[in-house]
């Protein structure tokens, strides 16, 4: 297909905010198609998204393929890999998705049952088995954060216990906020870098079951962490992946939705040390410290990715 005026940014390139709602709503049809028995339509959720990985530039002046394929399916739950091709990089995909979508009930609004797939190769026997042991390990961690809630009482969740390297960065981060004049001029605190954006959710972006799209919801998180990392370094960010994204709670219209964006972990790739603002002058990123233990978590995961 031929890509529309509002899949351009404005700098001419690839819209990435609009083409991770499109890559949702085919993988729901992909979804819708292999649920449909012919006894009413299925209701069917976007429960994460695993990765989104640019393996190739887009060019938005070329017609784009997309693929959607079933690779696993559960007792209520069932993944879709989709590939989208343009032609000067077939037959490697210029990107790929994994999403994973819940089939419902449509009157109790419970997890219902959905149709088994049968991998047919050996590569979809291969995958399919991947996929079964990222669904095992998601559900040993259910099962650990419930323990874990029952044993304190329904207190706080599950989140693990900080190292030494992060204790050293929180230390960092009060030097920072305590004695700014002694501090070093490299690093910048994580809660400094937060962006927010809040609207009402509105009709035209409801799903078939009447909740808010979850492909809206994505575009409008990504806009968000654009623009923030934009801030951030002071020039135009480039997309490279996204390593997992979460719906834990369906959003209704009419909500009041609150958006938050925060850098947890910059660096220089490899290769470029340095990079160049407008008119060759040289930018070196800061590091983000983190303030407290939960701030220091979600910046050892970033670190690890």
């Not at 047919?120 to 419930?146: E, K, L, M, N, Y």
Request: some cysteine.
């Amino acid at each position: 297909m031929r890509l529309p005026w509002p899949h351009r940014n404005p700098w001419g390139y690839l819209r990435v905010g609009r083409l991770l709602e499109d890559l949702d709503s085919l993988a729901g049809s992909v979804a819708f198609e292999h649920c449909h028995t012919g006894c009413g339509p299925p209701l069917l959720v976007t429960a994460a998204v695993d990765e989104i990985t640019v393996r190739h530039p887009l060019q938005v002046e070329r017609d784009i393929v997309v693929h959607g394929q079933v690779v696993w399916t559960g007792k209520s739950s069932l993944d879709i890999r989709m590939q989208l091709f343009q032609a000067h990089h077939v037959p490697h995909p210029s990107l790929e998705a994994l999403f994973s979508f819940v089939h419902l009930d449509s009157a109790t609004r419970k997890a219902a049952p959905v149709p088994t797939m049968l991998p047919g190769s050996p590569a979809d026997v291969d995958f399919f088995c991947q996929r079964q042991a990222v669904a095992d390990a998601r559900r040993t961690a259910r099962q650990q954060a419930q323990q874990h809630q029952q044993g304190s009482g329904g207190g706080e969740p599950y989140t693990g216990a900080v190292d030494a390297d992060a204790r050293e960065w929180i230390r960092e981060a009060r030097r920072l906020q305590e004695l700014p004049a002694l501090a070093p001029t490299d690093a910048v605190l994580m809660p400094s870098t937060c962006q927010h954006n809040t609207f009402i959710c509105q009709p035209q972006h409801r799903n078939t079951s009447c909740r808010v799209f979850g492909g809206f919801l994505m575009r409008r998180a990504y806009e968000l962490a654009f623009a923030t990392t934009y801030m951030f370094g002071g020039v135009r960010p480039a997309f490279h992946k996204v390593e997992e994204i979460t719906f834990t709670r369906p959003v209704d219209v009419g909500d009041l939705l609150r958006l938050t964006s925060t850098v947890v972990h910059a660096s220089h790739m490899p290769e470029q040390q340095e990079l160049a603002r407008p008119g060759n002058s040289l930018l070196r990123l800061k590091r983000v410290l983190p303030t407290c233990e939960e701030e220091a978590l979600r910046c050892k995961l970033a670190r690890q990715l």
